[in-house]
């Protein structure tokens, strides 16, 4: 393959070969597609050159790069990059060229001349690459030959990208299960230990225990049963949420008398803990499954106390035309910023708390997955030494399943 350029220059089966060899043979995107671009440049004329990926679950389209070289670092505005153009490829899934009109009283930046073909692997849209051209020439069989080329180019670059996040991804979830197995194993034996270890006791034929004893030793047992029984529902709710069946049951929900009942449980539960509640006195009732909520204020409630012991718990609510905003506040050691994007995946646990405390890794994974069943949100905000605040956001009226 010889091609002859606007330029007049002559790009070979070398060139072709070197620019294939760098969309294969590279380590880090970014720097392969600026390789690729000035490698390009001297037989495919542009002005700007952009490539935009697909988001599938959006259908949105996000640039993730751009490069103005010779009159496009002069360029502004959503038509220079070819933002429109580069949708209508994902529409249609097939390569758009756009030419200005013929208006000689235009600035040749406000005629642009677009090429946008599609990023593809395996007939799977990726993105679309789009090459800009101020006041022309236009573009001409040849050169979109060559932009084919660049594309596919583009596109193995891109799908190895992909590829190799997916694989870090699986590492990743291949890690934090072991991990969890790990852990798990740990936290299942130490209630069980506790259980049993206590009743071997006071089965003994050979001692003698008062009632108060055998009081506090049942006490014990019935905490770790407790523990125990809690550590199984993760699982199970936990491998619900992954296979899809968690089911919720929508019903008209007075947050503030579910809240109140929440503090009363609480208060005996956890005799040491102060919490405080702000509520609006005239709070309306929303759709939603009580049991699937409570679960979750529970556990925030739960983490609170484990994470920041001693510290008050604040919950306040506010109400607005959109729905109800819940938020959970301690004031103890707080979490660092590096984990917060992190805390509500499956299995995670902050690593420099987690050999303090019990837990498995699954409470705010679930947590997050009941909020988003009912079609609404939870965020964390912390800062180190001053705590960490839960933000939950309720729609009035979540979608039927």
Known sequence: MVLTSENSQLITQEHLYAISEVAISAKEWRSALDEISRLVHSFLIFDNLVVYLYDSITNNMEVIYARAMGRGKAADGEIAWGESVASEVAEKHQTIIQEPDE?????????PYLLAIPLKSREKLLGTLVFVRFGGPQFTPPRIRLAHYIANQVSVLINQENLQQLYEKQDYQRRLQDDFFSTITHELRSPLGFIKGYTTTLLRSDASWDETTQHEFLEIIDQETDHL??????????????AGQMEMHFQPVRLDAMLHDLILRDKLKYPNLTITIDLPTDMKPIQADPRRLSQVFENLVSNAVKYAPRSQVNITARQDEKGSTLVFKDFGPGIPKKYLPLLFNRFFRNPEQSGETHGTGLGLFICKQIIQGHLGQINVDSTVGQGTEFTIFLPWQPLPL
């Open 229 to 242: 029984q809690e550590l199984i529902d993760d699982l199970l709710d936990s491998a619900r949420l992954q």
């Open 103 to 111: 208006d000689l009283n235009l600035d040749r930046l406000e005629r």
